[in-house]
């Protein structure tokens, strides 16, 4: 398994050039983030496109850098606006899906996707293997 560190800079630099392709691309009325991956990359996307109505839901498929096979959904949301659904990594796309079922109305997008998982995305920037294991900064010890 080859790890790639990410840094705080990475992910800035990311998250602003997907959020000017959200902007262009999806004009959302809400963004969702997905705690709690999606929460460091959803503030600067927010801020970036200037909006303020955000949620969050949480759902949990690892522990300890293991794939759990119960998928938890610690919140839900319900919401008739344009939501763009905001995660870092789309992996298997097991959270992508559970999202699409939840709100039919959204676009579930990521900074980063994996081979099997990236269909599940509406967008995202860049690619890496399923036997690539991303270590982003706020997971490092």
């Known amino acids: 398994m080859k ?16 959020a000017k392709i959200i902007k262009k ?11 709690r991956g999606g929460l460091i990359p959803g503030s600067i996307i927010a801020n970036y496109l200037g909006i303020q109505d955000i949620d969050v839901i949480a759902l949990k498929t690892y522990a300890n850098r ?20 905001i995660d870092d990594l ?13 709100m039919p109305n959204s ?3 990521t900074l980063y996707a994996k081979t099997s998982g990236k269909k599940q995305a509406d967008l995202h920037l860049y690619d890496f293997k399923d036997s690539d294991w991303l270590v982003f900064p706020w997971e490092q010890d």
Do not use: W
């Not at 789309?90 to 939840?102: Q, W």
């Open 3 to 18: 790890q790639v560190y990410l840094s705080y800079h990475d992910i800035h630099t990311d998250c602003i050039e997907l």
């Open 25 to 35: 691309k999806f004009k959302p009325e809400k963004l969702i983030l997905i705690s």
């Open 66 to 85: 293991k794939r759990t096979n119960k998928i938890e959904i610690f919140k839900r949301i319900k919401s008739q606006k344009k939501l763009i659904v």
């Open 90 to 102: 789309v992996d298997s796309g097991d959270t992508a899906k559970i999202v699409k079922e939840m």
């Open 107 to 109: 676009k579930f997008v």
